[in-house]
Structure formats: structure tokens, C-alpha cells
């Protein structure tokens, strides 16, 4: 009885044209003014001002987010989550990540869908075996989980993975068992849902057009489509769009944006255990709990703030992932789309304040910051509060481009690089 009710219940709400469902965040105008602002609604901005409310007690706080939750790269990435970078510094940074995410759902009460599979990432030449096992070393040492897999124990992991007689043969992988995937959508509405509920304004459909300064050069708020807004305090977590926000405020940053491209097939029965990523040739791939393939491809070679890029590049990712999965040459693809990465010359993030007192900065995640979104929205949230970095973000700055403190993750952000 109880079964038959459910899905009389499911077919009458699917057809009600949603009617009776409650929104899970409001929809309010904006106030004159709050003690924060963040600029963003993706992961990590939602994430910030959750973690504002409920770890620092700052909860007049508004999301401005000038399309709609999750519309830029949180719901465009293909949600692979790891944390095997190679120096002490991001180590200590993607780590701090990945332990949050086994805790995620609980803490929002919200099931993001986090599914540690493993990603095993594949070394086809010898300078990748290099790489890659030194990687493992040097992660082992910092006590992140790494291990080296011969081509063999690569397959009897992927068993779909050929090996041998193709253009790219595998020479083996570097295996994080606790790395995987989440749902990304629900980690962006479990954010919105769950900092709403401790009083952020979320507000769509509002553009940030100018950074507004006092007399002392403090930032005072911004400019939006929907008018003025004051705040002492303002957080710029805009990814692609990063270093147009921070040009309004006369700063500017050593960013480069790019569209990055993703496809998802058809849905299949369950066939892809895990997450393969394959550096050297652009190509990684998972399966959603959909049965959709997830699958993508490299950057563009040239700048852009299209959310599209060139075919040119997917037909290579195809290339490469039908090389490696022949199975897969029968899959027809549902659909395609871009988003716009933010890339710093070290491929590492800057997370912390800029010259303007006030006003701070999360950007430069580039191909890699959905895994980074619960850590990096904690520790963007601890240095707002506290007008000064975490010890775990303390290395992010946006300074070490002058001082030459750099962390080249260029081997470990991996694909797209
Ligand atoms: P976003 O989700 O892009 O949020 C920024 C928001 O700022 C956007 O919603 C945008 O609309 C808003 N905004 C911009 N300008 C303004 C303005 N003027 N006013 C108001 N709002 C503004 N990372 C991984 O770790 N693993 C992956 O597998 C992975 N795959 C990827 C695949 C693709 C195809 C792409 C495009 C990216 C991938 N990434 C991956 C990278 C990852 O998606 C991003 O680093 C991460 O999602 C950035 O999150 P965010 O919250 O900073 O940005
Ligand atoms: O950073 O792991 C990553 C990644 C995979 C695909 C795109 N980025």
C-alpha cells in the first residue's frame, strides 16, 4: 500500500507543475548594507558564507550571484575530487578538502553524494612513470594516501582499461583510493539551503558592476544591477570572471581564462567502477550515478569567456577515451558545454587578502577547484573573519607572483595544463 501511495504521490507532484513545493532558500531583495558580501554563487562563495554564519557568527552576509546557483563552473565540472598535489603546501590544502568531504552530507543535511571510488591517474611514457611515482613519494611523506600500480593491477582495478596494442600504452598509474566524486549541483544547493537557513541573503540575478571604496581606500561595498550595497567586507570568488571584478577595484591579478569542455554519453548500466584520468592525452572520464559517462577534454588554446570552446578539443578527448575504452566507440553523446577556468601562472590558487583593506580574494582554481570547494569556502571564510590568512592558506597569496614564491602544481592540476 505504502509503495503504490508513494508513487501515486510521485506522479502527482511530477505533473503538478511543481505546485506545493517549497523553495529551499529565499528569494529576498537586497539590503542597503551587511557586515559581508561575497561575490558568487558557486560552491565556494556559497560555501564561504555558510561557514561565515556558522563558524565566525557573521551572519548579515549576502551572495550575489549575477545568473543563477551552481550556473558557473560548480555545475559545469565533472566533479572529480583528490588530493594527491605534489608540494608540502597543497598538500596540506587539498587535503584539508578531501577530509570535509566524508562529512559533507551530514553537516548540511544534505546528501552531496560524495562516492570515494578512486582516481587513478594513467602514465603512458616514461617521464609520466617519473612524475607520477615521485608524486606518490612525496604525497606518502605527507601522509596523503598514493600508491604506484603496475599496468596490470591498473586493469584489475578499471577492468574496462586496454593496456596494450593502442596508441597510448599504459605504463602504469598512481591510485588514491579516497579520492572520487560528489554530485556537484548538491553540493551548491546544499550550501545555499543550509546558509540561508542561518539568515545569508542569496541573491540571483545580480551582477557586480563596480567595487565601491571609502576615503581611506577600505573597500565600502559594491555596485550592482539591482543597485548599492555597502559592506565593510567583500569576498570576490567569481572563477573565470575573477579578474574583471578585481579590475574594478583597480587590482590586478595573474590570471588567465580559459573555456574548458566537458560531454556526458548516454546513460548505461553500471560499467565504470571508478575515476581514470589520462594527462598526457587530455582525457578523463567517471560514470554518474545517472549512468551517463562523464567525460573530459583539455583547455582551449586561446582566452576566452565563450562558455562553449572549440569541437576540436572534445574529438580529441573522444579519441583518446575510445583508444583506451574501445567498448565506448558504440556510446552516443547526449550533450557538451564549457565553462571558463581561471589559471594562474603556477597553477596553484590565491586565497587571501588584497591591497584593498577589506576586500578579499579566492581565484586561480582553474581546472582543479571543485574538489577544493568545502576547504577552500572554510579557510576563504577564516580569513574574511579574521582579516588575516589561515596557517593553511597562508602560502596562497596573491604576492608570491612578485616575491617568486611560487607552488608549481602545473604536473599535479594535471589535465588541463
Ligand atoms: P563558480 O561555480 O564558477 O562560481 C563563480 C560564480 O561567480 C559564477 O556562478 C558566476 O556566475 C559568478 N559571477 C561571475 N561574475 C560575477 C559578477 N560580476 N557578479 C556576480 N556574480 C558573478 N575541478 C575539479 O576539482 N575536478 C574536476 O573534475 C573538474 N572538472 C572541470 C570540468 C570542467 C568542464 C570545468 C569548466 C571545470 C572543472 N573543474 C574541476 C574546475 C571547477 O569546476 C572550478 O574550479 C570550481 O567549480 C570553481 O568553483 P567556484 O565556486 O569558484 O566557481
Ligand atoms: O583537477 O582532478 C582535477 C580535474 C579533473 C578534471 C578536471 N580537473
Redesign the pocket.
Known sequence: MQRSFSAWSLLRRGLGGQRGWSAQWRSPEPQPSYDALIVGGGGHGLGAAYYLAREHGIRRVAVLEKGWIGGGNTGR??T???SNYLFDESAALYDHALQMWSGLSQELNYNVMFSPRG?LMLAHTVHDVQVFRRHVFANRANGVQNEWLSPQQAQAFCPVLKITDIRYPVLGGALQRGGGTARHDAVAWGYARAADALGVDIIENCEVTGILRADSGAVAGVQTTRGAIRAPKVGVSAAGHSSVIMDMAGVRVPLSSYP?QALVSEPVKPIFPCVV?SNSIHA?ISQSDKGELVI?AGTDAYNSYTQRGGPHITAHALEAICELFPMFRRLRMLRCWGGIVDVTPDRSPILGKTPVPGLYLNCGWG??G??ATPGSAHLFAWTIAHDAPHPVNAPFTLERFRDGNLIDEAAA????H
Request: aromatic share 12%; charged share 10%.
Open positions: 565540472n565533472t572529480i575530487i583528490r582516481v574548458l584520468m578523463y573530459g581546472t582543479g571543485f574538489k592540476a594535471a589535465v588541463a
